[in-house]
């Protein structure tokens, strides 16, 4: 368990705390680039660690996010005319560039410089992988976006979505680091498998080894995390995850088949983004995959129209208690909506004081310390190395069979070279 210290210094991402800060020395995805379709579009409303914004793509095709509040008399800049590469408040005209200059102030006299003394928030973002990168740190250290995978990919090779997670954001990476509860709640009943959204299917052995070992090794880019199960009597099933920092995760994936992953970015310290990707490295994703994403069965979650899951904490996750009885263990449709049930349920920020940690909580263990160590290192000055590497992020999962006297970390080795240990 984590002291009451520990958990406020974790779960705190406004300006100004250990996490705020830490978390703003990495690119953040901040929005999908559908949602901003074209030049010169309506604007949009975004809150990233604690700070209200709002983005908008310029008539270049550039995007821009600036505090939502107008630095004159604070009204919504979401109400603002996007036009001219620029954002104008249509309280009193102000306009704004990309950068937060304010490039026009027509209700002051046309010889004052008043404009000139005035730069609103203003953030770097970029457009790639179908996402809106957004860089809110100190401007000297902004680095490079890291490079994975799926963002580096042509569009026809990844499907990415993202939904509305009602909790802190540790609450999601604590679960995507947990490989012993998908033989529990992502189980079917009667031992056939659960399909998952890459389209594989859950290794019969997972439901058979419902107590995986776990080893976790530190990286330079986050943790390499191993569970491992009985397969036969000479072999151990692998399932082998990687937590990039500050907030990434990649599910362990069949070679050759299609591959997923997850990132929580803090929307405030009760909510978070919670996205979900699904790429194929060789291949473009056929219209069966994508359709099998969009069906709601898997880690993409069905949502409405501002990114909420159709099944909520409202509605009690729409569970089925009769299908809970005779076909699924959860009685929950969708992998996305099981998890989201069980930790939205845990509260908006759970009190880890009162947890009782197990063998299989191992990853999770390790994660909270690697984070709780780079946010003090960071209070002392010294800057999370991962965030200025973007080739660290060059690693893949993998889910493998091999004999028990085989290493794992040497097959991960073959599988990605760029592995780097601390």
Request: charged share 25%; net charge negative.
């Amino acid at each position: 368990m984590l002291s009451t210290a520990e958990n406020e210094f974790l779960t705190r991402t406004d300006r100004g705390t250990p996490m705020g800060e830490l978390f703003r020395r990495f690119w953040l995805p901040a929005f999908l680039s559908s949602e901003l379709p074209e030049s010169d579009c309506p604007p949009i409303r975004i809150k990233l660690l604690g700070e209200k914004l709002v983005a908008f793509r310029g008539t270049t095709g550039e995007v821009g996010l600036l505090g939502e509040h107008c630095p004159h008399r604070g009204a919504s800049l979401f109400f603002g005319r996007n036009e001219e590469c620029g954002l104008r408040c249509v309280y009193h005209g102000w306009k704004f560039d990309l950068a937060g200059r304010c490039v026009e102030m027509p209700n002051e006299p046309a010889e004052s410089n008043f404009k000139d003394k005035i730069h609103h928030t203003a953030y770097p973002c970029v457009d790639r992988g179908g996402v809106v990168w957004a860089y809110m740190g100190p401007p000297a250290l902004q680095p490079e976006l890291p490079a994975i995978e799926w963002s580096l990919l042509p569009a026809k090779q990844r499907y990415v979505s993202k939904r509305l997670q009602e909790s802190n954001y540790l609450q999601g990476i604590e679960g995507g680091l947990d490989s012993s509860h998908i033989s529990f709640l992502h189980s079917n009943l009667h031992g056939d498998r659960q399909t998952q959204a890459s389209g594989t299917a859950v290794s019969s052995t997972v439901q058979a080894d419902k107590h995986p070992h776990f080893e976790v090794l530190e990286t330079a880019y986050g943790l390499l995390i191993g569970a491992r199960r009985n397969a036969t009597p000479d072999e151990y099933y692998w399932r082998v995850s990687q937590f990039l920092l500050p907030f990434h995760q990649m599910i362990p994936a069949a070679k050759g088949a299609p591959v997923s992953g997850h990132a929580w970015v803090p929307i405030d310290d009760e909510s978070c983004w919670a996205w979900n990707m699904t790429w194929h490295p060789d291949r473009p994703l056929g219209a069966d995959d994508i359709a099998r994403y969009r069906s709601g069965n898997g880690i993409h979650a069905t949502v409405d129209a501002r990114f909420r899951g159709v099944a909520n904490k409202d509605n009690d996750y729409l569970i089925d208690r009769e299908k809970q009885r005779t076909e699924t263990f959860s009685g929950i449709r969708g992998i996305g909506e099981q998890d989201m049930a069980c930790q939205e349920s845990m509260g908006p920020i759970y009190d880890r004081t009162q947890e009782h940690l197990g063998a299989s909580d191992a990853a999770v263990i390790a994660m909270r310390r690697l984070l709780l160590k780079l946010g003090q290192q960071l209070q002392a000055g010294v800057e999370p190395a991962a965030a200025s590497h973007p080739d660290l992020y060059r690693v893949r999962s993998a889910a493998f069979t091999i004999p028990r006297e085989q290493s794992w970390v040497e097959v991960m080795r073959e599988e990605a070279p760029a592995l780097a240990f601390r």
